[in-house]
């Protein structure tokens, strides 16, 4: 009886202090690594890069995969939840979720659940992207405007998107007037700061500021 108890306490111990370690590993880098892999691997084809529903197999499904950068597809809902939605589609082109072993496709899933930013349609993913392949010159890599190219510029400096006097909220239309027309169409402002509404979509241009306001923070 005694050791019987003994027993269940050692092996309850063991259950607790296993589920503390995988939630130790979920928040981890490494976590988020192996999630975002996972995700590239089994998922990305169809729902795409960023999760916007448009992976490279996407036109040829009967039916479209939602939206993850969209905060409204996620509703609030847990991962777990999601997991046991998929959990019964054994058919159609979600049955790869019951193929997968359960641990893997809970990290697919936790990896979903950060695409999109709470209240909003944006993709930061996107954004970081954008920023690394043009702006980061100038602006620099952590928006502080000592890009390597920023010291060849005449006139005004690239904008220092980390320092306090850069006003984000409330100015997102003008923030994105400026990215879309360049600084000089907008407020005349330097002509070095071009317009690249003809490279990025609006869609593009709302996740490249939202990706700015993570700038501010650092
Ligand atoms: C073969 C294409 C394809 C692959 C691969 C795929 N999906 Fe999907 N997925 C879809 C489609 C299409 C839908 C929309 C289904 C519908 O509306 O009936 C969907 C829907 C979903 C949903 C929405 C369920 C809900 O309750 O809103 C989630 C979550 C999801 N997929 C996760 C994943 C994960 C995680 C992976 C990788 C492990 C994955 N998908 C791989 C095509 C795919
Ligand atoms: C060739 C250098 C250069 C590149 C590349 C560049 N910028 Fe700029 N940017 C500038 C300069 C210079 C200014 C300052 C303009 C001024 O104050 O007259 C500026 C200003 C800005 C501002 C300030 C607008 C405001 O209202 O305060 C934003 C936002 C901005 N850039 C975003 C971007 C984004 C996003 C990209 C990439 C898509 C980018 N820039 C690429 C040089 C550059």
Redesign the pocket.
């Known amino acids: 009886m005694r050791s019987g108890s003994g027993v269940s306490w050692v092996v309850a111990v063991l259950a607790l202090s296993w589920s503390a370690v995988a939630l130790a590993e979920e928040g981890s880098e490494a976590g988020k690594e192996r999630a975002a892999e ?2 590239s691997t ?2 990305a ?3 795409g890069r960023y999760g916007r529903g448009d ?1 490279p ?2 036109p040829s ?6 939206d ?1 950068t969209d905060s409204a ?1 996620l509703a609030g ?1 847990s991962g777990d939840q ?1 997991a046991m ?2 959990a019964g589609a054994s058919h ?3 049955a ?2 019951t193929v ?1 072993e359960q641990d ?2 809970r990290d ?2 936790a990896y ?1 659940v950060t695409l999109s930013v709470p209240g909003k349609h944006v993709s930061l993913l996107a954004g970081r992207d954008i920023y690394a392949a043009l702006c980061w010159v100038c602006h620099g890599e952590r928006g502080d405007g000592k890009g390597p190219a920023a010291k060849n510029l005449t006139g005004a400096p690239p904008r220092d998107f980390t320092s306090a006097e850069f006003v984000i909220d409330g100015r997102e239309e003008q923030i994105a007037d400026t990215i879309s027309h360049g600084a000089a169409a907008s407020f005349h402002g330097s002509p070095l700061m071009l317009p690249w509404g003809s490279h990025l979509s609006p869609q593009q241009i709302r996740d490249v500021v939202e990706y700015l306001r993570t700038l501010k923070t650092r």
Not at 61 to 66: D, E, S, Y
């Open positions: 996972v995700y089994f998922c084809s169809c729902h992976g197999l996407a499904l009967t039916a479209r995969p939602p993850f597809w809902r999601i939605a998929l159609g082109p979600m790869v979720a997968l893997v496709l697919a899933i979903i």
